[in-house]
């Protein structure tokens, strides 16, 4: 239900305010409730104004300092002040157009001065500067500014794409950053793991080496013992002979089907034995020799 009225009473709604009038001159202003008037001395209600708070859409084409054209779209927030409903009741004819034209002048005397980054970062300080400067025009006429929120900054769609294209570049540049970490990362520890790998192999291969070593010492020592009349010798050809059946009976039942041409015979076993019986007397006579030839250049010198 509005605000019913005739020529001897009205009935003003709670969040309006009237405008009482005698004889065409502003006389009072009616409260929300039932007023009567008498119209022989010329009162009337001339009009009635709303209290609420009102919002109001502007949307303003502006360029920043680095020369981007930019759309801001402001959502400005105002209501009548009952205290001085009288001014805006007679002041503004059209208090919309009003503000967005006080709106426009302050927005665009305030972006032309920041950059686009800028903008985007402070567009709540743009805001409140609208606000501080609508408020003191706009309190004039009676009305107050409760609130500006700048709601959206519209750059340009071209520069939009470049801002992205530069957004996507930086994030690819620093994936690729990590990417090259993460591969240093791990090539360093992939070398790490094979020289460890290495190392247990060898350290492996030493015990076994060893392992070997000792068994043969032991079995040539017990064979010797419990066998008499036996040298190292004729132990080491047998312990020998043995090693290399057990070599021909892997190689038989291998999976693989690889033949393989190796000399077969007992003799042949013995010329192994010889060669590296030769091997070790040789390297050792080898050792022998460097070591005389060391003691006399050590007396010339």
């Known amino acids: 239900m509005g605000n019913t009225y005739c020529i001897f009473c009205a009935c003003v709604e709670q969040a309006n305010i009237g405008v009482v009038e005698r004889f065409g001159r502003f006389e009072k202003l009616a409260e929300p409730g039932l007023h009567t ?10 009009g009635v104004l709303s209290t609420r708070i009102s919002s109001l ?15 801001l ?13 009288d001014d805006a009741f007679y002041e503004l004819q059209n208090p919309e157009e009003q503000i967005r034209a006080y709106v426009f002048d302050v927005v665009r005397a305030l972006v032309p001065r920041m950059n686009l980054d800028d903008l985007f970062e402070q ?19 009676g009305y ?9 900054i519209i750059p340009d769609p071209a520069v939009r794409t470049a801002m992205n294209e530069i957004n996507a570049a930086q994030r690819l540049q620093l994936a690729s950053v990590y990417k090259g970490e993460a591969e240093k990362v791990l090539q360093v520890k992939r070398a790490e793991a094979e020289a460890e790998s290495k190392y247990l192999g060898g350290v492996g291969v030493a015990r076994q080496r060893q392992a070997i070593t000792d068994g043969l010492r032991e079995n040539i020592l017990d064979f010797s013992h419990k066998v008499e009349g036996t040298s190292a010798k004729e132990v080491m050809d047998l312990i020998m002979i043995t090693q290399y059946f057990d070599t021909i009976k892997d190689l038989g039942n291998s999976s693989k089907n690889t033949t393989v041409f190796i000399p077969h015979g007992p003799g042949h076993v013995r ?10 007397m040789e390297a050792t006579s080898a050792q022998l020799n460097v070591e005389e030839y060391q003691a006399e250049v050590t007396q010339l010198f």
């Open 37 to 46: 008037f008498n119209p022989c001395a010329g009162q009337y209600l001339a």
């Open 57 to 71: 859409d502007v949307r303003i084409e502006t360029k920043t300092k680095d020369n981007v054209f930019v759309q």
């Open 73 to 85: 779209l402001c959502s400005i927030q105002y209501r009548v002040v009952k205290a001085h409903a």
């Open 123 to 141: 567009k709540g300080e743009v805001a409140k500067a609208v606000l501080e400067e609508l408020g003191k025009v706009i309190g004039d006429y």
């Open 144 to 152: 107050s500014i409760e609130q500006i929120l700048m709601v959206d």
């Open 271 to 280: 010329d192994i034995s010889d060669q590296i019986r030769n091997g070790l």
